[in-house]
């Protein structure tokens, strides 16, 4: 089987320089299916990127200039969509067999591609924004995307893959019938996570981590907001942030406005995965406030680490969690009961020590191994 992955992005080396929930599904995908199988994936490249690689097996094209940006930049976007179908001449001596888009912007090009080489065609979808795109990118941006999204939605895929029951719930709202959506979860590999045995050695101040993005949907803001409230029982209270993105700014003026800068770290964009697990394993808690997620990897990632989080009440992360196994859920946008969730785990020692169990066996059955098998079967099932 000759599997052609296309997606915005796709990490530099076998580290996995990952920045989004996206990126680390294909990378990780990709290197699974790449044991066995001829994996191929067609991504965009930054200036001083080598423009063919292979990492782990898999053969990685590099076709179309794409800085890294969560903002509109159609130019630059549709430019990529269009460098990836004049990239078919590169995939013609050995043609894929299946053709998968890992994102919005790639299932058009993606569908396009497979029909070309007669392969099959999967568009995989970590959540549908039909109805919610001028408010969440703008009245430009989000008119071509949902222009671009219902364009999509309308191809005769093979197949289509939904990392969570709530995304495919989705997508059947938005006509695609049940029996054509199968549900595929993200994952982690245990062997990337700390043991009970081995947790480093935490943050000598109590620590809030958040990984997120940092756009208006993740909410950052609420986080910053809790923390104000937390101070006067937790002085010693601190907050570390991994992301970047278009609200930087925003966040670190309203960190100084709310007088605890001195408590929010920024930590930007880290260069390897094992960076994002260290600070990560040595903090006490995750707290993410996202209002729009199909799947909420970072709560995943926590929990395999045996860190228990606070993380917003909605559809993805009741999920992911059931329920709230593995920490705490909160009313989302409500900075003060994130607080005393946080306050409430931080102060109940045996509460915590049930939390951080109960989510390593969550987290036990997302392995990317068993991912991998499970894509395998469906991709051979289309061939047969």
Same mark, same amino acid.
């Given at each position: 089987?000759?599997?052609?992955?296309?997606?915005?992005?796709? @990490?530099?080396?076998?580290?996995?320089?990952?920045?989004?929930?996206?990126?680390?599904?294909?990378?990780?995908?990709?290197?699974?299916?790449?044991?066995?199988?001829?994996?191929?994936?067609?991504?965009?490249?930054?200036?001083?990127?080598?423009?063919? /690689?292979?990492? +782990?097996?898999?053969?990685?094209?590099?076709?179309?200039?794409?800085?890294?940006?969560?903002?509109?930049?159609?130019?630059?976007?549709?430019?990529?969509?269009?460098?990836?179908?004049?990239?078919?001449?590169?995939?013609?001596?050995? @043609?894929?067999?299946?053709?998968?888009?890992?994102?919005?912007?790639?299932?058009?090009?993606?569908?396009?591609?497979?029909?070309?080489?007669?392969?099959?065609?999967?568009?995989?979808?970590?959540?549908?924004?039909?109805?919610?795109?001028?408010?969440?990118?703008?009245?430009?941006?989000?008119?071509?995307?949902?222009?671009?999204?219902?364009?999509?939605?309308?191809?005769?895929? +093979?197949?289509?893959?939904?990392?969570?029951?709530?995304?495919?719930?989705?997508?059947?709202?938005?006509?695609?019938?049940?029996?054509?959506?199968?549900?595929?979860?993200?994952?982690?590999? @245990?062997?990337?996570?700390?043991?009970?045995?081995?947790?480093?050695?935490?943050?000598?101040?109590?620590?809030?981590?958040?990984?997120?993005?940092?756009?208006?949907?993740?909410?950052?803001?609420?986080?910053?907001?809790?923390?104000?409230?937390?101070?006067? /029982?937790?002085?010693?209270?601190?907050?570390?942030?991994?992301?970047?993105?278009?609200?930087?700014?925003?966040?670190?003026?309203?960190?100084?406005?709310?007088?605890?800068?001195?408590?929010?770290?920024?930590?930007?964009?880290?260069?390897?995965?094992?960076?994002?697990?260290?600070?990560?394993?040595?903090?006490?808690?995750?707290?993410?406030?996202?209002?729009?997620?199909?799947?909420?990897?970072?709560?995943?990632?926590?929990?395999?680490?045996?860190?228990?989080?606070?993380?917003?009440?909605?559809?993805?992360?009741?999920?992911?969690?059931?329920?709230?196994?593995?920490?705490?859920?909160?009313?989302?946008?409500?900075?003060? +009961?994130?607080?005393?969730?946080?306050?409430?785990?931080?102060?109940? @020692?045996?509460?915590?020590?049930?939390?951080?169990?109960?989510?390593?066996?969550?987290?036990?059955?997302?392995?990317?191994? /068993?991912?991998?098998?499970?894509?395998?079967?469906?991709?051979?099932?289309?061939?047969?």
């Amino acid at each position: 089987m000759h599997l052609c992955m296309i997606t915005e992005y796709f @990490p530099e080396s076998a580290a996995g320089e990952v920045r989004g929930g996206v990126e680390m599904r294909a990378f990780h995908c990709a290197r699974q299916l790449a044991r066995h199988h001829q994996v191929t994936v067609l991504t965009s490249y930054a200036h001083g990127r080598a423009h063919v /690689q292979t990492i +782990d097996r898999v053969r990685v094209l590099r076709c179309g200039k794409l800085p890294y940006t969560h903002s509109g930049a159609l130019l630059s976007r549709l430019r990529f969509a269009w460098s990836v179908l004049r990239s078919a001449r590169l995939l013609a001596a050995d @043609p894929p067999d299946i053709v998968e888009g890992e994102n919005f912007l790639c299932y058009l090009p993606t569908f396009a591609l497979a029909k070309k080489f007669r392969a099959k065609s999967i568009a995989v979808y970590h959540e549908s924004w039909i109805g919610s795109w001028i408010r969440h990118k703008g009245l430009i941006t989000g008119f071509f995307g949902s222009v671009w999204e219902r364009f999509a939605l309308r191809k005769p895929w +093979d197949a289509m893959i939904a990392v969570s029951n709530i995304t495919k719930h989705q997508l059947v709202m938005n006509g695609i019938a049940p029996h054509r959506v199968t549900v595929v979860p993200n994952g982690v590999d @245990p062997l990337n996570y700390p043991t009970p045995e081995l947790i480093p050695t935490k943050y000598p101040r109590t620590t809030i981590c958040c990984i997120a993005r940092l756009t208006p949907e993740k909410h950052v803001d609420t986080i910053i907001r809790a923390l104000v409230l937390l101070v006067p /029982q937790h002085p010693d209270i601190q907050l570390k942030i991994i992301g970047v993105g278009a609200e930087e700014q925003f966040l670190r003026t309203l960190a100084d406005t709310l007088e605890v800068s001195d408590r929010v770290e920024f930590l930007g964009f880290l260069p390897s995965h094992a960076a994002v697990v260290e600070v990560l394993a040595r903090s006490h808690l995750l707290c993410s406030a996202s209002t729009l997620e199909g799947f909420g990897i970072a709560i995943l990632e926590a929990m395999a680490c045996g860190i228990p989080f606070v993380c917003s009440r909605i559809p993805a992360h009741e999920e992911i969690t059931q329920h709230g196994q593995g920490g705490m859920l909160f009313a989302a946008g409500n900075a003060e +009961d994130l607080s005393e969730k946080v306050h409430f785990l931080l102060v109940h @020692p045996k509460e915590y020590q049930k939390r951080s169990a109960q989510g390593r066996a969550r987290a036990s059955h997302f392995s990317w191994s /068993q991912i991998g098998t499970q894509l395998e079967k469906k991709y051979l099932e289309l061939l047969a």
